[in-house]
């Protein structure tokens, strides 16, 4: 029977630094308080770059849209413009017509005046109308860099933010704050840009 206690005993003993073992390496397994912060501040990050890239695309595709119809309309004052040439240039022929028979045929020369006067108006008009043209193509260009603009303050806001999020990563895996804390520090320059976006 002693040696049988003995054994028990022993084994006891190898059980109990057993348990010491495995609860020492379990709390290495345990990560330190920081993770949690370092995982929510992450994950925070995280939202953030995804808000960011959905305004970056947002504005991206408002800027496609306004060019498209600037590039519309450039083409509507182009063709306005060689409309009001072809009324310039068929004035200027009944006003040569005219002059060259202005002593011989005064009811043709008349005539050609009165043609030569009725372009030179219609010219006006669509003058009038190409210049509006023309303001609208400005407008739509000046909206288009406005979207631009903005844009560039989200991608790069987004482009902190992944950095960020990879530091972060890199610290979780290393166990290093200083990681963490730098990645912090961009992620705060991403913050920035993001609210530029906006104003």
């Not at 022993?10 to 912060?37: D, H, I, M, Y």
């Not at 890239?53 to 306005?80: C, H, M, P, Y």
């Not at 990879?166 to 166990?175: N, P, Q, Y």
């Amino acid at each position: 029977m002693p040696e049988e206690s003995v054994e028990t005993s022993e084994l006891q003993e190898k059980l109990n630094e057993a348990l010491e073992r495995a609860e020492e390496a379990g709390e290495e397994r345990v990560s330190p308080r920081w993770t949690f912060q370092l995982s929510l501040s992450t994950a925070v990050i995280a939202v953030l770059a995804a808000i960011a890239s959905l305004q970056a695309g947002t504005l991206i595709n408002d800027a496609l849209l306004v060019k498209n119809e600037a590039v519309l309309l450039q083409a509507r004052a182009s063709d306005q413009w060689a409309y009001y040439q072809a009324k310039g240039i068929k004035g200027v022929m009944f006003q040569t017509q005219a002059e060259t028979v202005s002593g011989r045929n005064p009811m043709l020369t008349h005539q050609f005046q009165d043609e030569a006067a009725r372009y030179k108006k219609e010219q006006a008009e669509i003058k009038t109308e190409a210049d509006e043209i023309e303001k609208q193509v400005q407008e739509k260009n000046e909206a288009t860099e406005h979207f631009l603009h903005h844009h560039h303050f989200y991608a790069l806001s987004v482009t902190l933010f992944q950095v960020a999020i990879a530091l972060s990563a890199i610290a979780a895996l290393t166990r290093r704050k200083l990681l963490w804390f730098i990645g912090l520090g961009i992620a705060a320059g991403g913050l920035f840009f993001f609210i530029r976006g906006f104003f």
